[in-house]
């Protein structure tokens, strides 16, 4: 049984800065994705940012310049920095774990930037 547990969302100014972290519980293959998603009320969930286990980072150009996607291997977590924040990131947002064909999702959380 896999787990994914986010925590450091919650509300900050337009041009703050916050660090959302999920760790990940259970058993865990070394070689696997992380990332993060996000949704925004009445709009689908979509890509925020994805790290491989290998270092490999991509991301949305909505956050490009902005977020930074890290992980920590031997904890089994990734970090989500995000800087210059809109009121448009606004959003609960998601950790995301796929591994050998399965996928697996945090409980969410929200950020809220204020104008």
């Known amino acids: 049984q896999v787990q994914l547990v986010e925590s450091g969302g919650g509300l900050v100014q337009a041009g703050g800065s916050l660090r959302l972290s999920c760790a990940a519980s259970g058993t865990i293959f070394s070689i696997n994705v992380m990332g993060w998603y996000r949704q925004a009320p009445g709009k689908q969930r979509e890509l925020v940012a994805i790290i491989t286990s290998g270092g490999s980072a991509n991301y949305a150009d909505s956050v490009k310049g902005r977020f930074t996607i890290s992980r920590d291997n031997a904890e089994n977590t990734v970090y989500l920095q995000m800087n210059s924040l809109k009121p448009e990131d606004t959003a609960v947002y998601y950790c995301?774990?796929?591994?050998?064909?399965?996928?697996?999702w945090g409980q969410g959380t929200q950020v809220t930037v204020s104008s």
């Open positions: 995301n774990l796929g591994v050998r064909g399965r996928v697996y």
